[in-house]
């Protein structure tokens, strides 16, 4: 039930922020893609290789990052947790992306696989992310994430 709630209210802000967008600007196009695609693959890397720097950057102050286990990060949260290693990525292999952009507003969907060591537990995730991408500036950055369960 809260994992309903969880991805009911993902789609809910995906869907506000799209419409608030849609009407007053067109798609943004190939080149528009392919600067989502860049921030995309910046982030997967500063999240396997994490520095203040590099993940303050790619991620906007009001994130709201939702992991499949149900919990909700902020963009302080986020980004401490994996410079401490509570959230430590080995590896991150990204398939099946789709990138749509309409305004200033991206939609990227992909399938995340990693190798894990979080609090030095190692470990395996396979999950769908939903991730809205915002322009700021000449900068795109992560406004929003909800990640599920991959169903077996």
């Known amino acids: 039930m809260f994992k309903q709630f969880v991805l009911a209210t993902a789609a ?3 869907i506000a922020t799209l419409a608030g ?16 695609a860049i921030a995309a693959e910046r982030l997967r890397v500063a999240m396997v290789d994490p520095t203040q720097a590099a993940l303050a950057q790619l991620v906007a ?13 902020t963009k302080s949260s986020f980004i401490s947790d ?15 992306q789709t990138i749509k952009v309409v305004g200033n507003t991206a939609i990227v969907r992909h399938t995340l696989t990693a190798d894990t060591n979080d609090s030095g537990k190692p470990g395996k995730v ?3 992310i939903l991730g809205v991408w915002q322009q700021q500036g000449s900068d795109w950055k992560l406004l929003a994430r909800q990640a599920v369960r991959v169903s077996t």
Not at 25 to 32: D, K
Not at 61 to 73: E, N, T
């Open 12 to 14: 809910a802000l995906a």
């Open 21 to 36: 967008c849609a009407s007053s600007s067109p798609a943004g196009g190939v080149a528009a893609e392919q600067s989502v």
């Open 61 to 73: 102050d009001d994130l709201s990052y939702g992991h499949s286990g149900g919990k909700v990060d």
């Open 82 to 96: 994996l410079l401490a290693g509570k959230s430590d990525f080995v590896t991150i292999a990204i398939s099946d």
């Open 126 to 128: 396979q999950i769908k």
